[in-house]
């Protein structure tokens, strides 16, 4: 099923983008009267008839507004971005098909990217929310210092990924599930040992996310994943 997203639906824009418009009419070969599927990223699915299928830009009548199934529980995840922009970009697609909320960019003491394309990472959310038929856009917050990021930090279960031997609860342990989650990842080289205090400070939790050591996009994966699994 192809899911079409336009974010202004509630104030009555009826109408798909340029790029949008050209995939419905040229590739999917949409005709004026056939019926499309569309997401405002809020929450909403949307069931439209075609009114003037133009490649540049093609109009629609709603028909239809239903309001998706409401999850129980909060996903933030926290994540130093990698020296490689391909990873972080694998990070994004795949952690908004798993289920996430929220991701939120951290420069860290041992951070090595200093520099993001939010609007790259922007779209790629939107098509990877598109791809998994979904009709909530999560929120992505561009690069900002760890200490910022905590001063900002809602109520919510608190956990800070760190590689030790001292830490033997494993995040799927940790975590209980109906809950709102805020989940930091580290840079490849770890939180420094003053940042992981800061953390420890702010009600942080130290856990694992298993024994093999990972990459900060796995690692950000995996917690994605594991608190999904919990609220199934």
């Known amino acids: 099923m192809n899911l079409f997203y336009q974010p202004l639906l509630q104030e009555g824009i009826y109408y798909l983008d340029p790029d949008e418009s050209k995939h419905c009419t040229k590739v999917l070969r949409k005709k004026q009267g056939d019926t499309i599927r569309l997401t405002d990223g809020l929450g909403f699915f949307y069931a439209a008839t075609i009114t003037q299928p133009n490649p540049q830009r093609c109009l629609f009548n709603v028909v239809e507004k239903t309001a998706a199934p409401q999850k129980d529980f909060h996903l933030h ?9 391909d990873r972080i970009e694998w990070f994004v697609e795949k952690a908004v098909e798993i ?21 790259r990472l922007e779209k790629l959310s939107v098509s990877a929310m598109k791809q998994s038929v979904k009709a909530t856009l999560p929120k992505l917050s561009g690069l900002t210092t760890l200490q910022n990021f905590l001063n900002g ?3 919510a279960a608190k956990f800070i990924a ?3 031997h001292t830490n033997p609860i494993h995040l799927q342990q940790a975590a209980k599930p109906h809950n709102n989650y805020v989940v930091l990842i580290g840079p490849e080289g770890d939180f420094s040992k ?6 420890l400070q702010k009600g942080f939790q130290k856990v694992n996310l298993g024994p093999s050591r990972l990459r900060t996009e796995t690692a950000g994966i995996v917690a994605c994943h594991t608190l999904n699994l919990i609220n199934t």
């Open 153 to 155: 930090v809602d109520d």
């Open 194 to 199: 003053e940042e992981l205090d800061v953390c």
């Open 162 to 164: 760190y590689v030790d």
């Open 99 to 119: 289920g996430v909320d929220a991701i939120t960019f951290v420069e860290c003491d041992h951070t090595e990217r200093t520099h993001l394309k939010v609007e």
């Open 77 to 85: 995840i926290a994540i130093s971005p990698t020296k490689n922009p």
